[in-house]
């Protein structure tokens, strides 16, 4: 894993993430989104299984919801491919990954 790659899973998952263990997914599974992927799911997993709302009358309430949705959102958005890993694979046709081109306006003839 490159320097790119790291500092892109960084910058996705956090900076208390373990390098030892995004070194050994990276190994395993070959791309920097799949890696995020994984991890944000476990992540995911791990709210899922807790309860989702704590609450000590007059004292403390504490509730997940906010939480798990981010997750949801953040791994939607890695499975549309945003934002772009440094090791995702190039366009064959050339084209950008954003699907901007160029429209040229052409003044049709009056009649």
């Given at each position: ?21 995004l070194d050994q997914r ?11 992927l994984e991890v944000v ?11 989702g709302s704590v609450s ?56």
């Amino acid at each position: 894993m490159d320097a790119a790659v790291r500092a892109w899973l960084i910058a996705q998952l956090g900076t208390d993430t373990d390098q030892a263990d995004l070194d050994q997914r990276y190994a395993r599974l070959g791309t920097a989104r799949a890696v995020a992927l994984e991890v944000v799911r476990e992540r995911l997993a791990a709210l899922r299984a807790s309860p989702g709302s704590v609450s000590v009358s007059g004292v403390v309430s504490v509730n997940f919801a906010a939480n798990i949705a981010a997750y949801e959102r953040q791994i939607e958005s890695l499975e549309a491919g945003e934002p772009p890993a440094p090791d995702d694979p190039e366009d064959p046709c050339g084209d950008s990954a954003d699907g901007l081109g160029v429209m040229y306006l052409v003044e049709r003839p009056r009649r």
